[in-house]
């Protein structure tokens, strides 16, 4: 089916609908939330970053999502999940609200990222348990189709969130009150969240308990091992190992790709502030509708050709996209680029998503997709650690986009390759 057709489908059932509607208020939020974080530490007025100091924001602001996320599954498989759900909304309201009172009272330092810091480890309980309650929900024939649309709207939602905490900040200008009111508004998205969650039982959610649990120390060593375990599997089976290298891949070119618009426009297109934010936001904005695009596309387009030339398809576009769009460096061609790249990036993870489900073994596929999120998150922040190195501070650098542009080409290549072996060979499904 369409995306749009499965998601009629799933929306038919109202516990579904309670826990999809927990999930879109909440990625709201964060949305709001990471707007106002971004235009406070990378486009205040006096601020004009360095590569450095954008991949130290990044390496903070994106470690929750690859150190705490495998662990968080520990407890929340102990905890209701509806409570997990309610206490980390109220939670992540409080830590809010404070961040904003830390801007409001000029305290930019420790205390600042601390608070942020909290305020995404919170998430990752949040989303674990979003992700781990949807088999309680759905009837079993529906959870892929839940699966599939259930992210690419959330993402959606963020997308969404992200636009509206920057018009707020452009209605705000360069006051001061601005980012306390864009944070503060992003804590009552959060605090909204709670009552939706209550319209869900206590124990409707799971985990189904039927007895007692393992102590804690011996889960989490029981996780770092299910992580090896689980890298293991996926590299001894073709396409998923190729399939985990290509998103690797592409997420790393998007992570380069963000940090350098970000400069762009904080040092070269724009002097900064508020018009340096407002051009980013646009070129995020036009990103977030490629994402939805690619999401959409994908299951048209893997109806009439493989995954492997879909993805090869994509990749190779995506190179052009970069050249023709991004060395100009121009702000007219920028969130052109940002939407081709956005297309790019959702189509791949949606197509290799399926690979990995399809191709390694059900009793592995919760270690592996653990592995994936480390992978997805963590080359993210490798590569803003990378353009620290490569990148100037005006994020004017041809070699990079080049660079960045023939990565894509060459995993095309690879892909393009493999789906004419297996149209002259047969299907190697297994290894």
């Not at 018009?167 to 998205?189: C, E, N, Q, Y």
């Not at 590299?235 to 998007?254: N, S």
């Amino acid at each position: 089916m369409s995306f749009f057709g499965d998601l009629h489908v799933v929306l038919r059932g109202a516990r579904f609908r309670r826990l999809f509607g927990t999930r879109l208020v909440s990625q709201f939020g964060d949305g709001v939330y990471q707007a106002g974080l971004a235009g406070y530490i990378f486009f205040t007025p006096e601020q004009h970053s360095t590569a450095g100091e954008v991949a130290l924001a990044f390496a903070v602001l994106l470690l929750p999502f690859s150190v705490v996320g495998p662990f968080a599954g520990v407890l929340i498989d102990r905890w209701s999940r509806r409570q997990v759900l309610l206490v980390a909304s109220l939670i992540k309201a409080v830590l809010a609200a404070t961040t904003a009172g830390l801007v409001a009272a000029g305290s930019d330092g420790a205390y600042f990222f601390a608070a942020a810091l909290c305020v995404l480890s919170v998430n990752r309980f949040f989303l674990a348990a979003l992700g781990a309650a949807l088999p309680h929900v759905v009837p079993r024939a529906q959870l892929m189709m839940a699966n599939a649309v259930t992210p690419t709207c959330g993402t959606f939602a963020t997308f969404v969130g992200a636009g509206a905490g920057a018009g707020l900040r452009v209605f705000a200008g360069d006051s001061p009150v601005g980012t306390p009111l864009i944070l503060f508004v992003a804590g009552v998205a959060f605090a909204g969240t709670a009552p939706v969650a209550l319209t869900l039982r206590r124990r409707e959610l799971g985990p189904d308990l039927t007895h007692e649990p393992p102590r804690i120390q011996s889960a989490v060593r029981t996780v770092v091992s299910g992580l090896a375990d689980g890298l293991r599997h996926a590299w001894g089976r073709r396409p998923a190992r190729y399939a985990l290298a290509t998103i690797g891949g592409v997420r790393f070119v998007f992570g380069l790709s963000t940090l350098v618009t970000l400069l762009l426009y904080n040092n070269t297109f724009t002097e900064g502030g508020v018009a340096g934010f407002a051009g980013f936001s646009v070129t995020l904005a036009a990103s977030g509708v490629g994402f939805l695009v690619g999401a959409v596309a994908t299951p048209w387009a893997t109806q009439r050709m493989t995954a492997d030339t879909w993805i090869a398809t994509l990749l190779a576009s995506g190179g052009a996209a970069l050249l023709g769009l991004g060395l100009p460096f121009s702000p007219v061609l920028f969130p052109a680029a940002a939407f081709a790249l956005g297309v790019v990036a959702q189509g791949v993870k949606v197509t290799v998503d399926t690979l990995v489900q399809r191709n390694v073994d059900d009793e592995f596929r919760g270690r592996v997709f653990t592995v994936y999120d480390m992978l997805f998150n963590g080359l993210f922040v490798a590569a803003a650690g990378l353009s620290a190195a490569v990148v100037p501070p005006s994020g004017v650098s041809a070699s990079v986009v080049v660079a960045m542009a023939t990565g894509l080409a060459l995993m095309g290549a690879g892909w393009a390759a493999r789906s004419r072996a297996l149209a002259k060979d047969g299907p190697d499904r297994s290894r």
